[in-house]
């Protein structure tokens, strides 16, 4: 999770480089709030924002046009306090994504029942600004063991497939910690049937490049 913090500063530290010419000025840190497990989500073409989600609570999310001033988008990623399959109390590591003409926030919180820390699930609008519906039951489960955490859509622009990366939590309870990488439905709602997840050591950012799909690996502590 301190992982994606550093991405975002690294982020925002780039877009401020980029405009040191131009009119555009600001100095880190460029938000006033906290926002642990930023995810930032680029919505400029259809609404003319960035958008944060962040974890805890209900993932509430903010939106901005320059990455310095920033204002409440007027939603969060559940209209209530958990989803229906949920524990309250347990919610981090969000993402946001535009998926077949809706808003699909991919949250982790701890499944009612069994005892694995993190399950993955999905709440969706049509319109950014309304609140998020949560759906009935989680999108991808682990009730015994580990659980799965940190989910990434990711969208093939070639094939137009659509993918979830999240993460095996292997070492919050011993054990081996992998990154797996599944083909969602259409509308990213579900995982795909009959299609094989691929499993990988572990991750943190899928990229398309010509040609190929690069993986960055990382290792060690980052603080």
Not at 167 to 183: F, L, R
Request: net charge neutral; with cysteine.
């Amino acid at each position: 999770m301190m992982l994606k913090q550093s991405l975002l500063v690294v982020l925002l530290l780039a877009v401020g480089f980029a405009h040191a010419n131009g009119e555009l000025r600001f100095r880190n840190p460029v938000t006033d709030f906290p926002c642990a497990d930023p995810a930032i989500f680029d919505d400029t073409s259809r609404t003319g924002f960035y958008y944060l989600a962040c974890s805890g609570g209900r993932f509430p999310v903010w939106r901005t046009r320059d990455f310095s001033r920033w204002s409440k988008a007027g939603n969060k990623l559940l209209d209530d306090a958990v989803a229906p399959w949920a524990q309250k109390g347990k919610n981090w590591a969000p993402d946001l994504a535009y998926v077949d003409g809706q808003y699909v926030g991919y949250i982790t919180q701890q499944q009612k029942s069994g005892t694995a820390q993190g399950n993955i699930g999905a709440s969706v609008t049509r319109d950014i600004s309304s609140p998020f519906k949560p759906a009935s039951t989680p999108l991808v489960t682990d009730l015994e063991t580990c659980g799965f955490i940190d989910p990434v859509y990711f969208r093939d622009p070639k094939s137009r497939q659509n993918y979830l990366l999240y993460k095996y939590d292997g070492n919050a309870c011993g054990s081996e910690s992998k990154i797996i990488i599944s083909q969602l439905s259409v509308d990213g709602l579900r995982i795909s049937n009959g299609v094989s997840s691929i499993v990988v050591d572990e991750i943190e950012l899928l990229d398309k490049k010509p040609a190929k799909h690069w993986v960055l690996k990382i290792a060690g502590d980052l603080g």
